[in-house]
């Protein structure tokens, strides 16, 4: 059984056991008073200004292992052992994205301008996509390419970049 503590205004209370805690704390963002928490299947969003848990979410089929929100606080990415990364709308918490990978994803992030999430593999593959695709015809092209593609298309954009590079 995990444990989950209560924020106060003092200070952090002490921990207290709840029937539904995840075991395993796996990783953790903030992003003004919000603090996202991905543990177990789950994750759980806190607010710290009002002291209360504003979201939790179990859609994973497997343990959630990175979440991160994007630079503007817009938007959240999870990702797991259920071979996906999901985007998430903060505004009114619905998954707007749903990314899927050919091995368990554990590591997940945004670029700087929050245009881009990248989310990686424990051994080193890094997958990118659009955070919005521009269309939803864009969104279901994206989503429909196997990852070997998508790698393919990036290794060969990579050697065409060193190639130009070099040709200058």
Not at 32 to 47: E, M, P, T, Y
Not at 77 to 86: F, Q
Not at 117 to 135: K, N, S, W
Request: aromatic fraction near 6%.
């Amino acid at each position: 059984m995990g444990r989950r503590r209560r924020w106060k205004s003092k200070g952090l209370a002490a921990p207290y056991s709840s029937p539904d805690a995840d075991p395993t704390t796996r990783s953790i963002t903030i992003s003004g008073s919000k603090v996202a928490v991905a543990c177990g299947r789950r994750w759980r969003v806190i607010d710290v200004s009002i002291q209360r848990e504003v979201q939790t979410d179990a859609s994973h089929h497997g343990a959630v292992r990175g979440i991160a929100f994007s630079p503007d606080g817009q938007h959240m990415v999870t990702c797991g052992d259920d071979k996906t990364a999901r985007v998430w709308r903060v505004s009114d918490w619905r998954c707007i994205r749903v990314l899927k990978s050919a091995k368990k994803a554990s590591a997940c992030t945004f670029s700087a301008d929050g245009r881009h999430i990248f989310f990686a593999d424990r051994f080193g593959d890094v997958l990118t996509a659009t955070t919005i695709p521009a269309t939803a015809a864009a969104n279901a092209a994206a989503d429909s390419l196997p990852m070997e593609a998508q790698q393919a298309a990036a290794q060969q954009n990579k050697a065409a970049a060193a190639a130009a590079a070099a040709a200058a």
